[in-house]
């Protein structure tokens, strides 16, 4: 199988990088970046050819990887369309709809939406994917592999659900940021040194999210064990219970789904 990716920015980078670890040949990968810096980095990382610009030889691709921005996607896509033959799709590009993609690309529907996150770029991430009916089992499984190449993927019947994608794990990771910022702040505020505060709230959250994954228990279940009657717990959840913290965090999220559609929506304009 040969893949092309069109970008070659931090998660295409990732992917390939995942690829290669998994001894995909270098020979089947092809990047088109417009940028000189970056094609030489990639090149040098990966051992994989890249080029400037959409070429004939895109057109011996079996799946293209559109990895580029957003707004960049319209552009994009019909500057390949000419060279895409035949070939599966996916595009990682937040909130871009399949529809509009297909349109650019003259009417392709062998297409699959993905949306992966942050800590694809060490091989941890999630990636939720959604497909057309025109994508067979076959190409089902080649993008499955793909996107497995830096994390775990699940698939989704409806693409809307791909708005509460972008809005849970596309962005989760802001969210765990902001809260490691507060826990690391509120270390420093205690009288713990730097680098032990950061260290402390650093291994508290891998460690927890390595339970919850281990334990397979839901996250309610595994909180009431840490929050012990009158304890120190008990104490600090009834501060953000009386500042609806978790209702807050709720509606942040929905915001972020809602922008998700809406940025789908202003970006499939023509």
């Known amino acids: 199988m040969k893949v092309a990716f069109i970008g070659g920015g931090n998660m295409a980078s990732a992917i390939i990088g995942g690829l290669v670890a998994r001894d995909f040949p270098r020979s089947g990968l092809l990047v088109v970046e417009i940028d000189s810096n970056a094609r030489t980095r990639i ?3 990966y051992g994989v050819k ?3 610009s959409p070429a004939p030889a895109l057109a ?3 799946v293209i990887v559109l990895a580029v921005k957003p707004q960049a996607m319209r552009e994009v896509s019909k500057s390949i369309a000419p060279h895409a033959g035949q070939a599966l799709v996916v595009t990682i590009a937040a909130g871009i709809q399949l529809a509009d993609l297909s349109r650019w690309l003259g009417g392709h529907e062998r297409l699959v939406r993905a949306m992966p996150n942050l800590p694809a770029l060490v091989h941890a991430g999630i990636t939720g994917l959604f497909a057309l009916p025109a994508v067979s ?3 089902r499984t080649a993008a499955d592999n793909l996107l497995k190449a830096v994390g775990a993927t699940l698939w989704f019947e409806h693409e809307s659900d791909l708005d509460a994608v972008v809005a849970v794990s596309g962005s989760g990771p802001a969210y765990v940021f902001y809260a490691l910022e507060a826990l690391e702040a509120a270390a420093k505020e205690l009288g713990i040194q730097d680098g032990a505060a950061r260290s402390l709230a650093l291994w508290t959250f891998v460690g927890a999210a390595k339970l ?6 839901g996250p309610e279940a595994l909180r009431a064990q840490v929050t012990s009657k009158g304890g120190t717990t008990e104490r600090a959840i009834g501060v953000l219970e009386a500042a609806k913290v978790k209702a807050h965090f709720i509606e942040a999220v ?3 789904a809602e922008r998700s559609r809406e940025m789908g929506a202003a970006y499939g304009k023509d």
């Open 60 to 62: 011996e691709a079996d």
């Open 212 to 217: 919850a994954i281990e334990r397979q228990e």
């Open 50 to 52: 890249a080029i400037e």
């Open 254 to 256: 929905k915001a972020a």
């Open 137 to 139: 089992d076959n190409d």
């Open 43 to 45: 090149t040098a990382a």
